[in-house]
């Protein structure tokens, strides 16, 4: 088993819905969680980043962490084209080493 | 403040050649790591690096590849003799902590690595 797992879709979605990206884990010791956008033949860019359980909320992006489940989400509002692209859950205990998850393309249809 | 440099973007190498990769971290970051990304996968961590130290290399394949990070100059992985199965996207990250609130890595662009 895999201690991250990432639905890889893809998710297509019409523009303006609201889209949801989510990640299990199996590691308890994850302390600090991670979304980044990456766009194709690009690098990740770091899009939201949490480290308790609850929510952030930073413009379209909501960032949802629930430890007692191991779970965590991305919701994107009036989704848009432009949100086209690969996103990668990521996460970390308290240490340096990023866990990535296999990631989730997402296309937006105008 | 520019990002992470990474380069080159591109890099064909022949099979037993040397590949380099560079990488300059964020103005104020030390502390830098790379990772692989393979076809339809995410990262995978190889190295974690600071100023003239390896500090993590649990990821690095044991042979042929090394990792500095020298007190001038950029990060370079070094690959030596690569096979087919080193074609991958490399990443570098830098941040200005390892541990603690202020550790959020941010990634280069990148070097795709094609072995012929």
């Known amino acids: 088993q895999k201690e991250v797992e990432q639905d890889p879709g893809p998710l297509s979605v019409p523009e303006g819905a609201i889209v949801s990206l989510n990640c299990t884990y199996s590691n308890s010791a994850f302390q600090y969680f991670m979304w980044y956008r990456q766009y194709s033949r690009k690098g990740p860019e770091l899009l939201m980043y949490t480290y308790s359980s609850g929510n952030k909320e930073d413009g379209r992006f909501t960032a949802q962490v629930d430890k007692s489940s191991k779970y965590i989400s991305l919701f994107i509002r009036d989704s848009q084209p432009s949100d086209s692209a690969t996103y990668l859950c990521?996460?970390?205990?308290?240490?340096?080493?990023?866990?990535f998850g296999s990631g989730t393309r997402l296309l937006v249809r105008p | 403040n520019a990002g992470v440099m990474q380069n080159p973007r591109h890099l064909v190498r022949r099979r037993g050649q040397e590949a380099r990769l560079r990488c300059s971290p964020m103005?104020?970051?030390?502390?830098v790591y790379w990772y692989r990304q393979l076809p339809e996968e995410g990262l995978k961590f190889m190295v974690y690096l600071q100023k003239e130290n390896i500090i993590d290399e649990s990821g690095m394949p044991k042979e042929r590849f090394s990792a500095e990070f020298p007190k001038e100059g950029p990060s370079i992985l070094r690959i030596q003799q690569v096979v087919r199965g080193d074609s991958a996207a490399y990443f570098c990250?830098?941040?200005?902590?390892?541990?603690?609130?202020?550790?959020?890595?941010?990634f280069g662009q990148g070097t795709r690595l094609t072995v012929v």
């Open positions: 103005k104020g970051h030390s502390h």
């Open positions: 990250a830098s941040s200005t902590e390892s541990t603690g609130p202020n550790t959020e890595a941010f």
């Open positions: 990521a996460m970390k205990d308290s240490s340096y080493k990023l866990i």
